[in-house]
C-alpha cells in the first residue's frame, strides 16, 4: 500500500478491512485473466502478496530487473553471494536468477511468513537461492513477532557475502534497529564486499526542496532521532540526518564508495537515497 492509502487506512478499521477487500479480490481477477491469457511470467508472486509489500499495482519483474542492472554497474558479478535483507517476495531474487552462476548464490530473509512462503518457489527453480523466515517485531509488518531488531543478529556466519541488499528497511527501522542492522551488514560483508543501503536523508536542501510541497511525503513529526511521516505508526516512514547516517555508516566499519540522491523530496514518486557502501578491510 502506498504511504497515500496507508494515512486514509489508519483511522478506520473498517476502511482498511474494506480496503484490503477490494485488493484481494481485484488482484485475484487479473491473476486469472492473466493465466487465461497466457500472460503470466514464471515466478510471478499472486498480486494479493504483492499487497502485503507495497501495492499490487507494482512492476515486479521490471523494478528487480533495474535493481540487478544497477548492482551490476556497482560490480555484482555472476560469482558473487548476495544476501537480501528484507528480501519481501523475492524480487531481486528473481532477478538474479538469470545472472547469478551456480558458484555464486542469493540468500534472503524476512520477517512476514507469507511471502517467505512463497519465495520457496524460488528456491524450487534454484537450489542455491535460499530463503529463511525470521522472527522479528515489526509494528508496520509483524506485530506478533517477538524479537528485537535492535538485538536481531543475522543468520549467517561473517564475511559471507559479497553483497548486501538492504533496499526500504531502514526506512522502516528507528534508530538502535538501524544501528544493529548497519553493524550487522559490515559483519556478513567479505573483505571489500560491497552493501547497498536505501534511506530517507534529510539535510536542509532537503527540507527547504519538502517545503515547496512537491512530495507526497512531509516527515513533520520529529521522533526522538529520526522523523516520521505518521506519527501514529512512525514504522511506516522514517527519515534520518544525513550527517548523522554517514557518520553511524563509518562507525561500522564501512566505507561511502558512491551516492545516488533520490527525489522523494521534489516530486510524488518514492524513490529514495541510495548508498554503496565498501567493508574496510
Not at 534508530?175 to 544493529?180: L, S
Not at 527540507?207 to 514504522?235: C, D, V, Y
Amino acid at each position: 500500500m502506498s504511504l497515500t492509502g496507508l494515512k486514509r487506512a489508519l483511522p478506520s478499521p473498517v476502511r482498511r478491512f474494506g480496503r484490503a477487500a477490494y485488493e484481494l479480490g481485484r488482484g485475484s481477477l487479473l491473476d486469472a485473466a492473466d493465466w487465461a491469457r497466457g500472460r503470466r511470467r514464471p515466478l510471478t508472486p499472486p498480486r494479493r502478496l504483492l499487497y502485503l509489500i507495497g501495492s499490487g499495482r507494482m512492476d515486479f519483474h521490471g523494478s528487480g530487473d533495474l535493481l540487478r542492472e544497477f548492482l551490476i554497474q556497482n560490480g555484482l558479478e555472476p560469482d558473487h553471494r548476495v544476501l537480501d535483507v528484507g528480501c519481501g517476495l523475492g524480487r531481486l531474487g528473481v532477478a538474479l536468477t538469470p545472472f547469478l552462476s551456480a558458484r555464486g548464490g542469493y540468500d534472503g530473509f524476512d520477517i512476514m511468513p507469507a511471502v517467505i512462503g512463497w519465495c520457496r518457489h524460488i528456491t524450487a527453480a534454484r537450489p542455491n537461492f535460499r530463503f529463511q523466515l525470521v522472527d522479528v517485531k515489526s509494528d508496520r509488518y509483524r506485530r506478533g513477532g517477538s524479537g528485537a531488531a535492535a538485538a536481531f543478529r543475522f543468520p549467517y556466519a561473517d564475511a559471507s557475502f559479497d553483497w548486501v541488499v538492504l533496499t526500504s528497511v531502514f526506512t522502516h527501522l528507528r534508530p538502535a534497529d538501524m544501528r544493529n542492522y548497519l553493524s550487522e551488514t559490515a559483519r556478513v560483508l567479505k573483505p571489500s564486499g560491497r552493501a547497498l543501503l536505501s534511506y530517507y536523508l534529510m539535510s536542509e536542501a532537503r527540507r527547504t526542496e519538502l517545503a515547496k510541497g512537491l512530495s507526497t511525503l512531509t516527515f513533520a513529526h520529529r521522533g526522538e532521532g529520526f522523523w516520521a511521516e505518521l506519527p501514529e505508526l512512525p514504522e511506516a516512514a522514517i527519515a534520518y540526518d544525513e550527517a548523522e547516517v554517514l557518520g553511524l555508516i563509518e562507525g561500522a566499519g564501512l566505507e561511502l564508495a558512491a551516492r545516488y540522491d533520490g527525489q522523494w523530496a521534489s516530486a510524488p514518486l518514492h524513490s529514495q537515497d541510495v548508498l554503496i557502501a565498501t567493508r574496510r578491510r
